[in-house]
Nanobody, 129 residues
Framework: QLQLVESGGGLVQPGGSLRLSCAAS????????IAWFRQAPGKEREEVSC????????NYADSVKGRFTISRDNAKNTVYLQMDSLKPEDTAIYYC??????????????????????WGQGTQVTVSS
């Protein structure tokens, strides 16, 4: 069974940091582009960041550029989202998603939810003093 599991969320003060993890079971992440999305209460889901399957390319939403860093450790079958200088507006449920793999998004990635096939259940991030 293909499964993505997010972890690392929690409560943090403004200006603090968290590192989210996206671990896969049932398939290898090294052939998949991975993206992070988030959804705050009462708001639409929005894109955060993505990384190509090769790891050579990343993209970030303007709202997180310079503060968040996406990376992957294929040996651990895990993708990370390092979040620094967190703001209250970063509060949301964060989801990771994997694309179909193969020849898709090897050296680039797109921040579009419809391009991703497998989704995790999400992890809550709350930024508050």
């Amino acid at each position: 069974q293909l499964q993505l599991v997010e972890s690392g969320g929690g409560l943090v003060q403004p200006g603090g940091s968290l590192r989210l993890s996206c671990a896969a079971s049932g398939f290898n992440l090294d052939s998949r582009a991975i993206a992070w999305f988030r959804q705050a209460p009462g708001k639409e889901r929005e894109e955060v960041s993505c990384i190509s399957s090769s790891g050579s390319s990343t993209n970030y939403a303007d709202s997180v550029k310079g503060r968040f860093t996406i990376s992957r450790d294929n040996a651990k079958n895990t993708v990370y989202l390092q979040m620094d200088s967190l703001k209250p507006e970063d509060t949301a449920i964060y989801y990771c998603a994997a694309n179909q793999g193969g020849f898709h998004m090897i050296n680039f990635c797109v921040l579009r939810a419809t391009s991703y096939r497998n989704w995790g259940q999400g992890t809550q991030v709350t930024v508050s003093s």
